[in-house]
Protein backbone atom coordinates (compact mmCIF):
# COMPACT_ATOMS: atom_id res chain seq x y z
CA UNK A 1 0.00 0.00 0.00
CA UNK A 2 2.72 2.09 0.72
CA UNK A 3 4.27 1.81 -2.55
CA UNK A 4 1.56 2.49 -4.50
CA UNK A 5 1.01 5.71 -2.54
CA UNK A 6 4.13 6.41 -3.23
CA UNK A 7 3.97 6.09 -7.02
CA UNK A 8 0.94 8.10 -7.06
CA UNK A 9 2.82 11.29 -5.16
CA UNK A 10 5.66 10.40 -8.01
CA UNK A 11 3.02 10.83 -10.78
CA UNK A 12 1.57 14.18 -9.31
CA UNK A 13 4.56 15.81 -9.64
CA UNK A 14 5.74 13.98 -13.26
CA UNK A 15 3.31 17.58 -14.96
CA UNK A 16 3.59 20.11 -17.46
CA UNK A 17 1.06 22.03 -16.39
CA UNK A 18 0.83 25.70 -15.71
CA UNK A 19 -0.60 26.90 -13.08
CA UNK A 20 -2.93 30.54 -13.63
CA UNK A 21 -2.99 31.71 -10.23
CA UNK A 22 -0.57 34.47 -8.84
CA UNK A 23 1.35 34.03 -6.25
CA UNK A 24 4.22 35.72 -4.07
CA UNK A 25 7.21 33.03 -3.68
CA UNK A 26 10.00 34.65 -1.18
CA UNK A 27 13.55 32.67 -1.61
CA UNK A 28 16.99 32.71 -0.24
CA UNK A 29 20.06 31.39 1.32
CA UNK A 30 19.52 30.55 4.85
CA UNK A 31 19.62 33.64 7.72
CA UNK A 32 18.67 35.94 4.75
CA UNK A 33 15.99 37.68 6.27
CA UNK A 34 13.09 35.50 4.16
CA UNK A 35 11.22 34.46 6.80
CA UNK A 36 10.66 38.66 8.30
CA UNK A 37 9.75 39.53 4.14
CA UNK A 38 7.22 36.53 4.06
CA UNK A 39 5.84 37.54 7.89
CA UNK A 40 5.77 41.60 6.83
CA UNK A 41 4.22 40.82 3.09
CA UNK A 42 1.54 38.20 5.01
CA UNK A 43 0.71 40.90 7.21
CA UNK A 44 -1.07 43.17 4.43
CA UNK A 45 -5.05 42.58 4.34
CA UNK A 46 -4.42 41.17 0.59
CA UNK A 47 -2.08 38.45 1.39
CA UNK A 48 -2.09 35.02 3.20
CA UNK A 49 0.14 32.17 3.54
CA UNK A 50 0.61 28.97 5.13
CA UNK A 51 1.12 29.22 9.43
CA UNK A 52 4.22 27.18 9.19
CA UNK A 53 7.02 29.20 8.22
CA UNK A 54 6.53 27.90 4.60
CA UNK A 55 4.07 25.37 2.97
CA UNK A 56 6.23 23.10 1.60
CA UNK A 57 3.90 21.76 -0.67
CA UNK A 58 5.60 20.93 -4.07
CA UNK A 59 8.70 19.50 -2.19
CA UNK A 60 7.36 17.31 0.21
CA UNK A 61 8.07 13.16 -1.76
CA UNK A 62 5.21 11.61 0.04
CA UNK A 63 1.45 14.19 -0.13
CA UNK A 64 0.25 11.30 1.86
CA UNK A 65 2.42 11.62 4.68
CA UNK A 66 2.51 15.29 5.34
CA UNK A 67 1.27 16.88 8.28
CA UNK A 68 -1.16 19.55 6.98
CA UNK A 69 -1.69 21.27 9.66
CA UNK A 70 1.25 23.23 9.35
CA UNK A 71 -0.17 24.47 5.65
CA UNK A 72 -3.53 25.22 7.32
CA UNK A 73 -5.98 22.65 6.25
CA UNK A 74 -7.33 19.55 7.72
CA UNK A 75 -6.18 16.39 7.05
CA UNK A 76 -9.71 15.18 5.13
CA UNK A 77 -9.79 18.14 3.31
CA UNK A 78 -6.47 17.37 1.97
CA UNK A 79 -7.00 14.11 1.12
CA UNK A 80 -10.04 15.25 -0.73
CA UNK A 81 -8.02 18.02 -2.85
CA UNK A 82 -5.79 15.54 -3.62
CA UNK A 83 -8.21 13.06 -5.27
CA UNK A 84 -9.83 15.77 -7.15
CA UNK A 85 -6.21 16.97 -8.08
CA UNK A 86 -4.87 15.55 -11.87
CA UNK A 87 -1.15 16.99 -10.28
CA UNK A 88 1.01 19.17 -8.25
CA UNK A 89 0.16 22.31 -9.83
CA UNK A 90 -3.53 21.91 -9.38
CA UNK A 91 -3.37 20.48 -5.69
CA UNK A 92 -1.30 23.39 -5.00
CA UNK A 93 -3.48 25.62 -6.52
CA UNK A 94 -6.81 24.74 -5.13
CA UNK A 95 -4.54 24.20 -1.11
CA UNK A 96 -3.52 27.87 -2.00
CA UNK A 97 -6.74 29.01 -2.79
CA UNK A 98 -8.71 27.47 0.35
CA UNK A 99 -6.31 29.20 2.82
CA UNK A 100 -6.83 32.55 0.68
CA UNK A 101 -10.72 32.26 0.76
CA UNK A 102 -10.67 31.37 4.14
CA UNK A 103 -8.68 34.25 4.81
CA UNK A 104 -10.48 36.66 2.30
CA UNK A 105 -6.92 37.87 0.18
CA UNK A 106 -6.45 37.71 -3.32
CA UNK A 107 -2.66 36.34 -2.96
CA UNK A 108 -1.03 33.39 -1.60
CA UNK A 109 2.53 34.24 0.04
CA UNK A 110 4.97 31.05 0.56
CA UNK A 111 8.51 30.77 1.36
CA UNK A 112 10.54 28.24 -0.91
CA UNK A 113 13.34 26.48 0.37
CA UNK A 114 15.24 26.32 -3.50
CA UNK A 115 18.89 27.09 -4.41
CA UNK A 116 19.25 29.94 -7.33
CA UNK A 117 19.06 26.66 -10.04
CA UNK A 118 15.54 25.90 -9.12
CA UNK A 119 14.46 29.63 -9.64
CA UNK A 120 13.85 28.29 -13.67
CA UNK A 121 11.54 25.68 -12.53
CA UNK A 122 9.46 28.28 -10.74
CA UNK A 123 9.47 30.51 -13.20
CA UNK A 124 8.20 28.12 -15.65
CA UNK A 125 5.25 26.82 -14.11
CA UNK A 126 3.58 29.71 -12.21
CA UNK A 127 2.87 32.88 -12.63
CA UNK A 128 4.13 35.30 -10.18
CA UNK A 129 2.76 38.49 -8.67
CA UNK A 130 6.23 38.94 -7.19
CA UNK A 131 9.59 36.48 -6.64
CA UNK A 132 11.75 37.77 -4.21
CA UNK A 133 15.31 36.20 -3.79
CA UNK A 134 17.38 36.89 -0.90
CA UNK A 135 21.31 36.55 -1.06
Not at 58 to 83: H, N, T
Not at 90 to 117: H, T
Amino acid sequence: MRMVRLLKSIKMFLTTQKSNSRYIFVTGVPRSGTTLLKATIESHSSTCGSPHEGSGIIIVDDIYKRDWSQVGIERDIADKIFQSSKNIISFYDRVANKICNREGAKFFVDKMPFPPGYHRLLYSIWKFEKAVFFT
